[in-house]
């Protein structure tokens, strides 16, 4: 069995740091952060933060509203991530 953390991007960087370190120390497999540009900071950054922040953890965008940003900058972002 898998375990698995969603947040969304709505914390200060070093809150969310400290969830990704607890998770990462923990018995979690992956985290998501959802992707919304109404309320939430850009989620990109927030996942760039979990690639650098975090060993062990598979990670990405829980969800990405594909008329908020042109699939091509989603694409481009993942690739980056990659």
Do not use: I, Q
Not at 36 to 41: G, I, V, Y
Request: net charge negative; glycine share 2%.
């Amino acid at each position: 069995m898998e375990y698995g953390l969603t947040l969304m991007a709505v914390d200060p960087p070093e809150p969310f740091l400290d969830m990704v370190r607890f998770a990462d120390e923990s018995a979690y497999d992956f985290m998501w952060v959802c992707d919304s540009s109404l309320h939430d900071r850009y989620v990109y950054c927030y996942l760039t933060l979990l690639a650098t922040n975090s060993k062990n953890l598979l990670f990405g965008p829980n969800c990405t509203h594909p008329h908020t940003r042109p699939p091509a900058m989603n694409f481009n972002a993942l690739c980056t991530l990659e």
